[in-house]
């Protein structure tokens, strides 16, 4: 454990206007296992990530022709033109440590040192490769000629960077705070709890908390809860409207990971089984996350496997649950008649595969969606992912980012820039900021929820 | 034995069972790894049709190409005038035909006919100047692009070269290059292929197997997702 | 008894002094020497002393007396081979037996040292009663004759480079005569057999120069054997243009196309019957539609079948490739479990 220095107090459930949640200065996290010099924590560092190997990432490694064309497809990259950013290259180290750890011609690499090991230097060089510029958002997979799924490498990267404890400041405290007090930003159960309190009094709406049995299981971010409290009071509308038998469950209510984000598969485990744990308990047979990107990730796409067995609930965004009751005819919504366009959240949508639910629900909105250039799958990424919009050093390559799509949305003219991903969302509030932009990010269930036509009595 | 008894007696054997052994070691090495099942509900259950993304990831997305379309063009001039002069040129049909020859000890002939169709000389030595060039300006650009130049190594220069050679000395040799006797150029020829065939399996000529291995994984694993391909 | 000089003799034989001068101007050309070399090749040969020459026949099918001695009536050529003193030569001497014999021991003892030796045939290592003159073995024979000789000439490609009876399994052992002759100049006229003239033009710079031609690599004079067939044919065009007869007899082959798929030699063929050709000029293989089988270079009868294309090489057996493939497959095996396990081992750990 460590100790943290200063600025993590206990957070007034009732300071709901505060600016953006950061965390000053931790200490470095050192893997605590006894007395043992850089260089052999490096090596078993890197011993365990090899663990992590499997077929897929070698296959990935084996192909790998150099040919560099991923880093046309990086928003880092793009907004640089400096070919450190390439995306293979963030797995160099990594490379050298699969070739000589785990390849087929392993033996003949350690046998005549062809490879050299890694060392303490070189990864903690290459952690701003590997934390500061990269969203996971996963474009260079899209990219690649060979079909390397990169961003899935950097995520199993990251797992070695968090053993050799290298992992930025910023992430490394969040997710161990999380671990700690079951939120990154401070939610815990009591300020959650509470907060909910105060938000259904306030807005004159239900918000169930640990009903004993329930359909619907709902999650909320902490990001929500911390900075957008309106999209707890939205699901709770929403969840209303269609008739929903749902809860929260004060022992599975956070959907953020940053264990998964910092590349701690412990933690990562933690928080997810959470969840999972919080749905068995409750019999749920859905279980509903929030706006929010990597959440969809770590619970819908690796849940199951963290779990060791199938989840006996579905798991849906809660944009694809919106569609869901569009098509069904469950939501009635007033038109907006104004029109919009949607910035992709590239884990929900490049990566998660839920690309026309959020379109669906926009078209139930009656909005006129004017796509921008690139979109859906191809679409370029906020730059405030994979925890990149916590670490503050990266601050000014993520604002050079942010210029991509401020000029994509500008270029649709379009009056509401709409997203459904808290994460993006915060970016976006933060660009804004930075630039003085006049286009406001909006919250696809924001939005739904601001319009649906309750019956009046 | 002169050397050109050696180009095509004992190296060329050498050479293939290097090359078979390995392609095998490093194939089976890679795939024969652990895999963990996707305990995860799929989205599509027929992932078996994200195979497609074999196909579809030969040229990129229109969104992509600006960057690269000199690197796409480049690359596919350079291959498809390699593998037509490669298998449509007639003393290759004719070395390839020879395989059966020493696989089962008859002739191709008295099999199937004479092996394949060959493309006339002329189109043939167009296609390998068109290669040779396409491979100059690939190289170039790797000496140029800042990106291309950090991340390439050994791997990739010496990989150009054992390509390179095949099509300059076959050239040369049809050409009787610079009055050397025939037989030394044409030695010289097939040492040169056989050095490809040799560091095929260890350097990134493997692409030519891991592209199907790649390719089809993620576009099984994205299927799955209903992720974009 | 001593021989008049060539000039005489050829006077004699009611040669003109302008057809002796077109035959060195023939032959200067041939040779590929400066035609104003010519005086001196006529003043040479008209001083030239008619040489004893020592005709050794071994393991030989007498082709290349065959076709040395193709005279066309009486054309210079064969003048000029029978104003050579042929003291000793099996199918064309008269003498036969002990005449024979002794024939040849008192030419060797008048001209020790100056006397020219032909050899044609391949000489057995293996057990000396394999081929013998006179009762005496190829080999003891051919190392005597040596050591008296001026400088000598092997004749065709037996001599040259151990020929069809070196051929795989060469159940004589049998050697070219340089892997015995070490100490002497040897020029290879190879050929199975060699071009008529290219002999007699290869006597004619002897003779003119008192010295060895030119010789390539192998031995072989440089202005015969310096370019390949596939240098100097006719059919050239149709190799680079990429029309070749597919099968005896075909439209190909009708056409006269190239002959490269039927198994011609020539690209690797170092010899003058391209330019030269058969028969004093009529044709050569190739001409008369089938391929060169190679037959002046070394081991010609061992590099794939006559009729197989040159760019084949020796892929290997399927006992070959099958075990690379196990080899292979086995080290993939070895090499997966091995990294398995190293994961196993990092998982307990």
């Known amino acids: ?457 | 034995m002169s050397l050109l008894d050696f180009a095509r007696g004992p190296a060329l054997q050498w050479s293939i069972v290097i090359f078979l052994i390995g392609v095998l070691w490093r194939l089976l090495g890679v795939l024969l790894l652990r895999t963990r099942k996707d305990l995860s509900e799929p989205r599509n259950a027929a992932a078996w049709k994200g195979l497609r993304l074999i196909a579809l990831r030969s040229w990129p997305r229109k969104e992509f190409l600006g960057g690269t379309a000199f690197g796409e063009v480049m690359g596919y001039t350079f291959h498809l005038g390699f593998l037509l002069a490669l298998f449509f040129f007639v003393p290759h049909v004719l070395f390839f035909a020879d395989i059966f020859r020493g696989l089962l000890g008859t002739d191709l002939r008295s099999l199937v006919g004479f092996g394949w169709p060959a493309l006339p000389n002329s189109i043939v030595t167009l296609l390998s100047a068109i290669s040779i060039a396409a491979l100059v300006a690939v190289l170039i650009h790797r000496l140029v692009s800042p990106v291309k130049r950090l991340i390439s190594n050994f791997d990739d220069y010496f990989s150009w070269f054992v390509t390179m050679a095949p099509l300059a000395t076959g050239m040369a040799a049809f050409a009787h290059l610079g009055g050397w006797p025939y037989e030394r150029l044409l030695a010289v020829h097939i040492l040169s292929a056989e050095l490809l065939l040799v560091w095929f399996p260890f350097g990134k000529l493997m692409h030519a197997f891991t592209i199907f291995a790649a390719r089809g994984s993620t576009g099984m694993i994205f299927e799955r997702k209903g992720a974009s391909l | 008894m001593s021989s008049p000089l060539l000039g005489e003799f050829l006077r004699s034989r009611g040669v003109t002094r302008r057809g002796f001068l077109q035959f060195c101007t023939a032959t200067a050309s041939l040779m590929g020497v400066s035609s104003a070399l010519v005086p001196r090749i006529a003043a040479a040969l008209e001083q030239a002393r008619r040489p004893s020459v020592i005709w050794l026949p071994f393991q030989e099918c007498t082709g290349c007396t065959e076709s040395i001695t193709r005279a066309h009536g009486s054309t210079i050529e064969s003048l000029i081979f029978q104003a050579i003193s042929l003291d000793y030569q099996h199918t064309l001497q008269a003498a036969a037996g002990d005449a024979a014999e002794r024939a040849r021991e008192s030419a060797m003892k008048e001209n020790w040292g100056r006397y020219l030796l032909i050899v044609d045939g391949s000489i057995p290592t293996g057990n000396p009663g394999f081929s013998t003159v006179a009762g005496r073995d190829n080999l003891s024979l051919l190392q005597e004759a040596a050591r008296g000789a001026a400088a000598i000439i092997a004749l065709g490609s037996c001599a040259a480079f151990g020929g069809i009876p070196g051929a795989s399994p060469n159940p004589t052992g049998a050697v070219a005569v340089s892997d015995i002759v070490k100490d002497k100049p040897i020029i290879k006229v190879s050929g199975c057999p060699p071009i008529p003239v290219v002999i007699t033009g290869v006597l004619t710079q002897y003779l003119t120069f008192g010295k060895l031609p030119e010789l390539d690599a192998l031995g072989r004079p440089r202005s015969f054997y310096g370019q390949t067939i596939h240098d100097r044919c006719y059919r050239r065009p149709f190799y680079e243009r990429g029309q070749f007869a597919d099968s005896f007899d075909d439209e190909g082959a009708r056409q006269g196309w190239c002959l490269y798929k039927l198994g011609c030699k020539g690209p690797t063929t170092h010899n003058a019957c391209a330019t030269v050709k058969w028969n004093a000029g009529t044709s050569f293989p190739i001409e008369a539609g089938h391929g060169c089988i190679g037959c002046s270079e070394p081991g010609f009868w061992d590099k794939g079948g006559f009729y197989e294309p040159l760019s084949t090489g020796n892929w290997g057996t399927a006992r070959t490739v099958g075990t690379a493939i196990g080899v292979g497959a086995a080290l993939g095996v070895a090499s997966a479990a091995l990294a398995r396990k190293r994961q196993k081992d990092a998982e307990g750990a």
């Open chain 1, 1 to 457: 454990m460590t100790g943290t220095t200063t600025a993590t107090r206990e957070l007034d459930p009732l300071e709901l206007d505060k600016p953006r949640v950061s965390i000053s200065k931790p200490e470095h996290r050192f893997d605590t296992q006894g007395e043992m010099p850089d260089t052999e924590r490096v090596e078993r560092a890197m011993k365990s990530f090899v663990r992590d190997f499997g077929r897929t990432a070698a296959v990935y490694m084996e192909s790998c022709i150099h040919c560099g064309m991923c880093a046309e497809a990086c928003h880092f990259y793009e907004v640089t033109k400096d070919p450190k950013y390439t995306p293979i290259w963030k797995l160099e180290p990594f490379k050298q440590a699969y070739k000589r750890e785990y390849g087929p011609f392993a033996t003949v690499y350690r046998a005549l040192n062809l490879k050299p090991k890694v060392t303490v230097e070189r990864l903690q060089e290459w952690q701003h490769l590997i934390y500061d510029s990269c969203t996971v958002c996963g474009r260079c997979s899209l990219m690649c000629p060979m079909g390397i799924d990169i961003a899935s490498l950097v995520s199993q990267a990251r797992h070695g960077m968090f053993k050799a404890g290298l992992v930025p400041h910023e992430l490394a405290a969040v997710s161990e705070r999380a671990h700690r007090e079951g939120s990154p930003l401070g939610a815990t159960p009591k300020v959650f709890a509470d907060r909910c309190e105060w938000l259904a009094d306030e807005h004159e709406v239900e918000i169930h908390i640990d009903k004993p049995q329930a359909d619907v299981l709902c999650a909320m971010s902490s990001i929500e809860i911390m900075k957008y409290p309106e999209s707890v009071v939205a699901t709770a509308r929403v969840m209303k409207h269609v008739g929903a038998d749902w809860t929260f469950r004060l022992d599975g209510y956070e959907a953020t990971n940053f264990g998964l984000l910092a590349g701690d598969s412990a933690t990562q485990k933690e928080l997810t089984l959470k969840i999972i744990h919080a749905a068995v308990a409750c019999g749920a047979k859905v279980v509903i996350l929030p706006e929010c990107g990597h959440a969809y990730t770590a619970l819908r796409w690796m849940g199951a496997n963290m779990y060791g067995k199938p989840l006996p609930f579905k798991v849906m965004h809660i944009a694809e649950f919106l569609a869901e009751q569009a098509r069904a005819g469950k939501l009635r919504l007033r038109k907006l008649g104004k029109s919009a366009t949607f910035h992709d959240p590239c884990q929900v949508v490049r990566r998660g595969g839920a690309i026309e639910p959020p379109r669906e629900v926009l078209q139930a909105l009656g909005v006129e969606l004017r796509e921008m250039y690139p979109t859906k799958g191809t679409n370029w990424c906020c730059g405030g992912g994979g925890g990149v919009v916590a670490i503050h050093r990266a601050d000014q390559l993520r604002h050079k980012v942010f210029k991509i799509k401020m000029e994509q949305i500008e270029a649709t003219g379009a009056e509401l820039p709409v997203t459904t991903c808290a994460n993006c969302r915060q970016t976006f509030d933060d660009g804004q900021a930075h630039f003085k932009w006049d286009k406001t990010m909006h919250s696809l269930l924001e939005l739904v929820a601001d319009n649906l036509i309750e019956d009046e009595i």
